[in-house]
């Protein structure tokens, strides 16, 4: 039954999408107000950003969101009592709601997720989790519902917050991708590819590391990256392709920013395998496309990639502890074309069960309980 009376607020502060880029927690944000819309919902999308309007439509760009999908959902605070208020940045900057969807617990110490960083980051990352700290009891102890967006991210909030949370997989818009059929071996392309924010949290410079592991083996396949650049992370961008040049591995591996998502579809297709490079990923949105690309993926044993997305299956997912044995995975997957034909349609079926339409029900039926309290409101 549609209830064209509800009101649902969506809260976001969207301020990390300026700075380091659109991410994971961003789209997951969008889809979930278009859950509630397609079931009747007024739906509010409450930010601190200002120019939140324009980063809606760079995010339905970037995930190839249909721009009618977006049509009801007003930014801004409602003129009513919502019927239902949910943070989905998971954080204390989008302030109290009625439930709350995790990405990684804020109270973990700032390398439990990203482990490496240094000077301001890590000095941003400890202010960040210091607030989350001061605001524990007034954000997070309120809520009736507590959602998390993999095994990981789960388990990590149990040990760090004592709190015990419902797992809801973010949704991953593979439409686009799955409208052609996947490529045979024998026309992909020597690549991996590897899709990330180029910002520092994301360690995108371990490619380099595993490029130069590439050479050394004598292996005939490069490493591509590619992800969106922001000006607040060009002098990373920058060091990179120094490094590049000073190890001489310009043969070996090539940095695309800013990709078109045509392009980024092409690069999913074509790649021989994917590589998810970042450590402790939450979950790995990237990753899921390129499984519905049927191509097969390798990924840190320690991240939401393998527990989660790949359901810790070794013919969807080759999972490594360190780039030395992704390199011999690799090379095996290389020797291997009985084994790399398994995992390209495992991989795909299993991409199916992350596609948005299934998110928007997943999400809706998870936080309906709380609605019964609605359930006899007369309507307007």
């Known amino acids: 039954m549609r209830r064209d009376n509800w009101v649902a607020v969506i809260k976001h502060h969207m301020l990390g999408s300026n700075i380091l880029g659109i991410g994971g927690s961003e789209y997951t944000t969008i889809e979930a107000a278009i859950s509630l819309v397609k079931k009747g919902f007024k739906v509010y999308l409450k930010t601190l950003n200002k120019s939140s309007t324009e980063q809606i439509l760079k995010l339905s760009e970037t ?3 249909p721009k009618k999908d977006l049509s009801n959902i007003t930014i801004g605070d409602p003129d009513e009592d919502p019927s239902i208020s949910i943070n989905m940045s998971g954080d204390a900057l989008s302030g109290p709601a009625d439930v709350i969807y995790f990405h990684y617990p804020p109270l973990a110490p700032v390398d439990a997720y990203y482990p490496g960083l240094k000077g301001f980051n890590k000095f941003a990352g400890s202010f960040y989790r210091t607030l989350n700290y001061i ?4 954000v997070f102890k309120r809520a009736s519902m507590i959602l998390s967006n993999s095994w990981l991210t789960s388990t990590l909030l149990r040990k760090t ?12 818009n ?8 996947p490529l045979s071996l024998r026309e992909r392309e020597n690549y ?3 899709v990330a924010r180029i910002s520092t949290e994301k360690k995108v410079e371990l490619s380099l590391r595993f490029a130069n592991n590439l050479k050394k083996r004598n292996i005939d396949m490069r490493i591509i990256v590619a992800g969106i650049l922001t000006k607040y992370n060009t002098k990373y961008y920058l060091r990179l392709l120094e490094a590049i040049d000073k190890l001489r591995l310009g043969d070996f591996i090539e940095i695309k920013p800013n990709v078109s998502r045509n392009e980024l579809v092409e690069l999913y297709r074509r790649a021989f395998a994917y590589i998810h490079l970042t450590p402790r990923e939450h979950f790995g949105i990237s990753a899921v496309e390129a499984m519905a690309a049927g191509t097969p993926i390798l990924t840190w044993q320690d991240s939401g990639t393998w527990t989660d997305a790949a359901d810790r299956n070794s013919l969807i ?17 290389i020797r291997n074309t009985e084994l790399w034909h398994e995992m390209s349609v495992r991989c795909r079926t299993r ?3 992350f596609e948005r339409e299934a998110f928007h029900e997943r999400f809706y039926n998870t936080i309906k309980p709380l609605l019964s309290a609605y359930e006899d409101r007369p309507r307007s």
């Open 161 to 172: 917050m004592g709190l015990s949370s419902l797992i809801v997989h973010p949704p991953v």
């Open 174 to 181: 593979i439409s686009d991708i799955l409208q052609k059929p």
């Open 317 to 333: 997912a080759l999972p490594f502890n360190s780039l030395e044995e992704a390199t011999e995975k690799l090379t095996h997957l």
């Open 192 to 194: 991996v590819l590897f």
């Open 135 to 138: 605001s524990y009891p007034l």
């Open 351 to 353: 991409s199916l069960i």
């Open 63 to 65: 995930h190839n969101i």
